[in-house]
């Protein structure tokens, strides 16, 4: 199992951009997430599924649009990148009946 | 919404000594409460959890008290070893169904040798 998966691993992008951080789990978890960590701070939520074509906001979802046609992948799209989202993202998985979540090892973002 | 505090933000211990950071949460719905340690650039790593029917777990030289009554918990690490030294963040959440999953600032810890 290669666990949760992301990429790209970091990433440089110009106020305006568009780009997609892309998960991957292959432990057919249902439940998906979608976590930004600033600077010294803790995890906040973006958005979250609870199964294929199942997908929710969380605490801080302005600026990001998830999809989930699969139960292995939920990318995450940010459509016009502003500096606040410099970040780093992380992508985390749960199977149903436990509550341990799995996360990626992360997607460092640069928006300058 | 849930709320979850978390102290001290950095704290420094010689190697052997304990320590001991603590959380506050606000939400008395909130029934599980893992505990995350995270080494610098890497991804966040569970160490620990309890649930809200429980007052104290232990795993080696790691434990985890829960006061529901003042919704407070705490990590104890004993015997403090140099590959401890991480940043350490709590969370709470509601167990079942999406777990939203509300997580503290982190502290970070120094073991020195």
């Known amino acids: 199992n290669a666990g949760v998966t992301q990429t790209p691993k970091f990433r440089i992008l110009k106020i305006g951009q568009s780009m997609t951080l892309q998960c991957a789990q292959d432990m057919n978890h249902n439940y998906m997430y979608w976590y930004r960590q600033d600077p010294g701070m803790g995890l906040k939520l973006i958005y979250y599924?609870?199964?294929?074509?199942?997908?929710d906001k969380g605490e801080v979802p302005n600026g990001y649009n998830v999809s989930r046609s699969t139960t292995e992948d939920f990318p995450l799209r940010l459509e016009l990148a502003a500096p606040s989202q410099t970040s780093v993202y992380f992508c985390?998985?749960?199977?149903?009946?436990?509550?341990?979540?799995?996360f990626g090892p992360g997607t460092r973002l640069l928006v300058l | 919404g849930e709320n979850v505090e978390q102290h001290p933000s950095t704290l420094s211990v010689q190697e052997g000594d304990s320590a001991v950071i603590k959380c506050t949460y606000s939400?008395?719905?909130?029934?599980?409460f893992p505990w995350y340690k995270q080494e610098l650039g890497k991804r966040p790593q569970l160490i620990i959890d309890?649930?809200?029917?429980?007052g104290e777990k232990k795993d080696q030289r790691i434990a985890v008290t829960l006061n529901k009554t003042a919704k407070h918990f705490s990590l104890h690490i004993t015997e403090t070893q140099p590959e401890d030294s991480a940043v350490y963040f709590c969370a709470a959440s509601n167990a079942g169904g999406y777990q939203k999953v509300t997580f503290g600032t982190g502290t970070k810890l120094q073991v020195i040798p």
């Open positions: 939400d008395s719905a909130s029934n599980y």
């Open positions: 309890i649930r809200s029917n429980v």
């Open positions: 985390a998985s749960r199977d149903g009946t436990q509550e341990t979540q799995y």
């Open positions: 599924s609870v199964g294929a074509g199942i997908t």
